[in-house]
């Protein structure tokens, strides 16, 4: 597996190129490439917090976006604190399937991986 | 001896009278016993607080505007204390209309204004991702960013508007109607620690010798935990053994004992006989 990360920055996100080579293809299967990578935060889950992710044609205000191999991320004003240097990955093994979250604000995750505090 | 007896009620039985029903149990033993009811929210608080003098409670109900809550606070200007329940179900526009409804109004300077929250609303926060808007916006498994974010700017307008532009942690409890009471110079408490303030238990703590609490049901599922927390807290400050007398208890001695309650016991339906053998248990 590579980890090649094509921006290095500790503002906003990361996305690896492997993520950010599915999320162009996920845009391919629906025929747009006007979209962003959407994550959020939410309060819910097991922990109190989990993440949401969604290919969004929106922009709110006080949105931070950044560039990576292409693919615009976009992070919420409210969300963007808890995201600062998380890093979205995708995994295809046979022991796990889908994008991975790498966040270095939780100080917890759930066993489901989907929740964290 | 001097007993102190907590009273949540029984499961038939209101606070004041379960209380004083189990309280004559230590009596006939020759004990001096003091009650306070204890009530976390709703019905429960409303009994908690009947018997204290110049005291009014409002309980807000769900809607769009806190007005009638405003119009209710005009009208109980010359109350000592106004509680506001926020436990339960509260308006949504975090006391833009209780405002709205008071401007002009002068309250008077020695009135004490609380908002009674759950425990787990005591430090609520009324923006950001725990507030209240994206809260409601992801309620029921919702998942609309632009809703959090929209309701989030317009909740910290209000709060800029209504002069606290940064609002201190619990403004979010009961659906944000906290702020509305924050700004009017009211404070959030738990119901047994507003109850505990204004009974001065303080100086009962001081002089008993033994806390009882008496609930209606103490379960694992959370049903009387947080009186029993708060029984056990404030026996911890007085240096008490706590104990706990219930309905029904379905939580096991090894738990409650992780927060401060020795032994709990079921009272079943024969409650004097049943309160007479814990006495005599906790009697020196």
């Known amino acids: ?117 | 001896m001097r007993v102190l007896i907590l009273s949540a009620g029984l499961s038939d039985l209101g606070p004041a009278e379960a209380g004083a029903l189990v309280g004559r149990a230590w009596a006939d033993l020759g004990h001096q016993v003091a009650l306070v009811p204890l009530g976390i929210g709703g019905q429960g608080l409303a009994d908690a607080v009947s018997g204290i003098p110049d005291v009014v409670l409002l309980q807000p109900g769900a809607g769009e505007s806190s007005a009638s809550v405003g119009r209710s606070l005009r009208v109980a200007l010359d109350a000592g204390t106004v509680l506001v329940d926020l436990t339960g179900d509260c308006p949504d526009d975090a006391g833009a209309g209780l405002l709205a409804e008071l401007e002009g109004t002068e309250r008077p300077p020695g009135q004490r204004l609380v908002g009674v929250v759950r425990s787990d609303e005591l430090d609520a926060p009324l923006l950001g991702v725990r507030g209240v808007a994206a809260r409601r916006a992801y309620a029921s498994g919702g998942s609309d960013v632009g809703a959090a974010l929209s309701g989030d700017a317009a909740l910290a307008r209000l709060a800029s508007d209504i002069g606290l532009p940064d609002p201190p942690p619990g403004a979010g409890a009961g659906n944000g109607l906290a702020l509305g009471i924050m700004a009017l110079g009211g404070v959030v408490r738990t119901g047994p620690a507003v109850v505990g303030e204004l009974v001065a238990i303080e100086a009962s703590l001081a002089a008993a010798d033994l806390v009882v609490l008496v609930a209606p049901t103490l379960d694992f599922g959370g049903a009387g935990i947080e009186e029993a927390r708060a029984a056990a807290a404030w026996a911890q400050q007085g240096l008490l053994p706590c104990i706990a007398l219930a309905t029904r208890v379905q939580i096991s001695s090894r738990e409650l004992r992780t927060f401060g309650v020795e032994s709990a016991y079921e009272l079943g339906t024969d409650v004097p006989v049943a309160a007479s053998r814990v006495a005599r248990t906790w009697s020196w």
């Open chain 1, 1 to 117: 597996m590579t980890d090649t990360v094509t921006t290095t920055t500790t503002q906003g996100v990361i996305l690896t190129d492997i993520a950010a080579a599915k999320v162009k293809s996920l845009m391919a299967n629906e025929g747009r490439d006007d979209l962003v990578l959407r994550i959020a935060v939410q309060p819910g889950g097991c922990s109190g917090l989990r993440y949401q992710l969604e290919l969004d044609d929106r922009s709110f205000d006080g949105d931070v976006v950044s560039e990576f191999s292409g693919v615009k991320v976009a992070v919420d004003k409210m969300s963007a604190p808890y995201l600062n240097g998380a890093e979205i990955d995708f995994a295809d093994t046979i022991s796990q399937q889908g994008f991975t979250i790498d966040n270095p604000n939780a100080q917890n995750s759930c066993a489901c991986g989907d929740s964290f505090h």
